[in-house]
């Protein structure tokens, strides 16, 4: 067995390699993991959090970037059944002066989170699988301490686009058509199953932030033990409506009011917030000096609480015509004395209480402007 030296943010990895076989370690998902980093230690130093449980460590680089970056957290506990991935967390752990501080474990995902929950839970947790959380979403809520953060990664994009709809029923219990705000019908889709298995046991998962990079869905929770607050989420469950002429509604509509098409139904889903404000302009402070990070948070605390977005593009495609200036379009709506806002989940996607007819209007509007300026 050797040992590939990494380096990522502070600390020093170490990827076991025997022969063909490696642990895990996935450079392209450098950017989701400065984002969890970020979100893990702003809740530690806000909420006082110490002990930190993973069940998919790999080589361990989320939890001990997160014990150098994150500071506050004394217990870190990180767990890879893989042979490989342990022998690289006991070397990271090492390496990175963390003994006594973090710990490695090679447990079945089951067990692990019931030694978490025997050892008083835990106040933070990051669950990171490949292909879906679902099957991991309940034992991890039960494993996180009254008021903890805890994450989840959704890799199956696929099944969460419609592309094989029975797995999509099956896992995540909702009907989907072609979108086009699909980026964050996505996350909303894995959000909402989050919700649903939590309020079983009347655990609620608060939904606090999510976006979506490459393949990767993140979603990350405060987990409340409130029968009351389970049920208020429930609460904002609902479908949405969607034309192929680009008309979205909440409103139930079985037929488009612009061009008379039937119209889809997408549902059911949580339709509530997803950004917990607050957090997010304490993150944009504590992301000074790192561009994407500080652009991500400062855009997420600027969006509207719309469950969907209007793809320009998509729209401007349908209309014939070349996809406005995102900023000329809010800026317009917003001087018809509409809400609107640019969206995380897309880069040509813009939210707004504005009628469709003003949305569809817009690339239009936008040229004559131009024209009589």
Not at 73 to 89: A, F, Q, V, W
Not at 254 to 271: A, S, V
Not at 306 to 323: G, L, N
Request: proline share 4%.
């Amino acid at each position: 067995m050797e040992f590939e030296e990494i380096h990522e943010g502070s600390a020093r990895l170490f990827k076991a390699v025997d022969g063909e076989r490696s642990a895990f370690y996935n450079p392209r998902g450098r950017f989701p993991r400065d984002v969890f980093v970020k979100l893990f230690a702003l809740y530690g130093a806000l909420q006082g959090g110490e002990v930190y449980a993973e069940p998919f460590s790999a080589t361990g680089v989320k939890g001990i970037r997160l014990a150098l970056e994150g500071g506050r957290y004394s217990k870190l506990m990180l767990n890879d059944i893989d042979e490989l991935g342990y022998r690289s967390i006991l070397m990271g752990i090492e390496a990175n002066g963390l003994v006594g501080r973090a710990y490695a474990h090679k447990m079945d995902v089951n067990e692990f989170f019931d030694m978490v929950v025997k050892n008083g839970r835990a106040d933070a947790i990051d669950v990171d699988p490949y292909g879906s959380s679902i099957p991991y979403v309940f034992p991890a809520l039960r494993a996180v301490k009254d008021d903890g953060i805890i994450a989840f990664t959704f890799t199956d994009t696929q099944v969460l686009a419609g592309v094989h709809s029975d797995a999509l029923l099956k896992r995540y219990h909702v009907e989907l058509q072609r979108s086009q705000f699909l980026k964050e019908l996505q996350a909303r889709i894995a959000i909402s199953a989050v919700i649903t298995i939590g309020s079983y046991r009347d655990i609620a998962a608060v939904p606090i932030f999510a976006h979506v990079y490459e393949h990767y869905i993140r979603a990350y929770f405060r987990a409340k033990r409130s029968a009351k607050t389970a049920l208020d989420l429930m609460k904002a469950f609902g479908e949405i409506y969607e034309c192929s002429c680009g008309n979205i509604s909440e409103m139930e509509r079985h037929t488009c009011d612009y061009c008379g098409n039937r119209m889809g139904k997408i549902g059911p889903l949580y339709l509530g917030p997803i950004f917990e404000k607050d957090l997010l302009k304490e993150a944009v402070s504590a992301s000074k000096g790192e561009r994407a990070l500080e652009a991500l948070f400062s855009m997420a605390t600027q969006e509207m609480n719309s469950p969907f977005y209007y793809d320009m593009a998509y729209i401007s495609s349908r209309e014939r015509t070349s996809a406005p200036s995102l900023a000329k379009a809010v800026d317009l709506i917003r001087s018809m004395g509409f809400n609107a806002s640019r969206t995380t989940f897309a880069p040509t996607g813009i939210k707004t209480d504005a009628p469709f007819g003003a949305v569809r209007s817009l690339p239009f509007l936008i040229k004559w402007l131009k024209i009589t300026q």
